[in-house]
């Protein structure tokens, strides 16, 4: 997981060299201008929805979960694979 905070690792995963023509796409520029909307609004959206019980199992839980499933295919990669 220390490659995430590498700053090596972070210059490259923020150049755009190489994705010239999906700078002028405008979905990718609606999801890269409100970001931070976005991000807010999904708890609030669960909230709404569910109240309580749906922000935690709807939205806390489930990214949680998410979470465990990716790192864990890495980890098990790197233990079993080659």
């Not at 010239?20 to 959206?45: E, G, S, V, W």
């Not at 569910?50 to 990669?77: D, E």
């Amino acid at each position: 997981m220390g490659w995430l905070f590498d700053s090596k690792s972070q210059m490259i995963l923020f150049d755009t060299s190489n994705i010239k023509d999906m700078q002028d796409d405008p979905y990718y520029n609606f999801l890269k201008d409100n970001y931070l909307k976005i991000t807010l609004a999904q708890p609030a959206l669960y909230f709404l929805l569910g109240g309580m019980p749906g922000l935690v199992y709807g939205f806390a839980l489930r990214t949680v979960f998410t979470w465990h499933v990716t790192w864990a295919v890495n980890s098990i990669c790197h233990v079993y694979g080659r």
